[in-house]
């Protein structure tokens, strides 16, 4: 057990312990508020410059562009051609007389065709 003087010098070391943390911890804090945010570096802000004046650049060339093309626009309507489709040339007709024999004519959805025996075979 503790006598009545050693409680005392146990708090009043307790007390400036934490009076010292708290003053760290208050100086740390301030610290950092108070350090300026880094800057970027030189050779960064040259290239977003350069990338800025190219933006630029670019937006006066579309500018220039679309007032061409409004003024083509302008001078010429647009005009369609319309050419309609090439129609397929028929084939020749088959005239009967030169249908070998043995072949047997059908027809399928008005499209005629020929079945040829194989072999010679008439069946």
């Not at 950092?32 to 030189?42: R, S, V, Y």
């Not at 040339?89 to 399928?108: D, K, M």
Request: hydrophobic letters at 45%; glycine letters at 4%; aromatic letters at 6%.
């Amino acid at each position: 057990m503790l006598g009545p003087v050693a409680l005392l010098f146990r708090e009043a070391i307790m007390s400036k312990i934490a009076i010292i943390v708290i003053a760290a911890f208050a100086s740390c804090v301030l610290a950092n508020a108070a350090e300026p945010a880094p800057k970027p570096q030189d050779s960064k802000d040259a290239q977003i410059r350069a990338l800025q004046a190219k933006v630029h650049q670019q937006e006066a060339i579309i500018r220039d562009l679309s007032q061409k093309l409004a003024q083509a626009q302008a001078s010429q309507p647009l005009t369609y051609k319309l050419v309609p489709p090439q129609t397929m040339q028929s084939l020749p007709t088959v005239v009967p007389q030169q249908i070998p024999e043995g072949w047997v004519r059908r027809e399928f959805n008005g499209t005629a065709f020929y079945v040829i025996p194989l072999a010679g075979k008439n069946q």
